[in-house]
């Protein structure tokens, strides 16, 4: 069973940065296409990028595409979402998710979860 643990969030004003990691055990990381997903009050949980098994093929929502990065270290098992410019509407709580299939918009997708980490970005 693969347990996933997110870290990085915290409050940061408009047009900063953070980085979300997302640290994987108990299964072969290298084996799961991983995303980032976030849910704001009272949304629904919406995708936020999603990179392959071997970080060849990554993709964006929109919404962040050229603000966003993610990118992986197998070697570490974690994977890792670099975020700049960051405005109010990106305040969510941040989930990555993996899939042993591959790369995914969609969370039903993800069977592994982790517990979200909390960004906030004041105006």
């Known amino acids: 069973q693969v347990q996933l643990v997110e870290s990085g969030g915290g409050l940061v004003q408009a047009g900063g940065s953070l980085r979300l990691s997302c640290a994987a055990s108990?299964?072969?990381?290298?084996?799961?296409?991983m995303g980032w997903f976030r849910q704001a009050p009272g949304k629904e949980r919406e995708f936020v990028s999603t990179i392959s098994k071997t970080g060849a093929t990554t993709y964006y929502a929109d919404s962040v595409k050229g603000r966003f990065t993610i990118s992986r270290d197998n070697a570490k098992n974690t994977v890792y979402l670099q975020m700049h410019s960051l405005k109010p509407e990106d305040t969510a709580v941040y989930y990555c998710?993996?899939?042993?299939?591959?790369?995914?918009?969609?969370?039903?997708?993800?069977?592994?979860w982790g517990q979200g980490t909390q960004v906030t970005v004041s105006s």
């Open positions: 108990g299964g072969t990381f290298s084996g799961l296409a």
């Open positions: 998710g993996g899939n042993g299939v591959g790369t995914a918009r969609e969370s039903y997708k993800y069977v592994y």
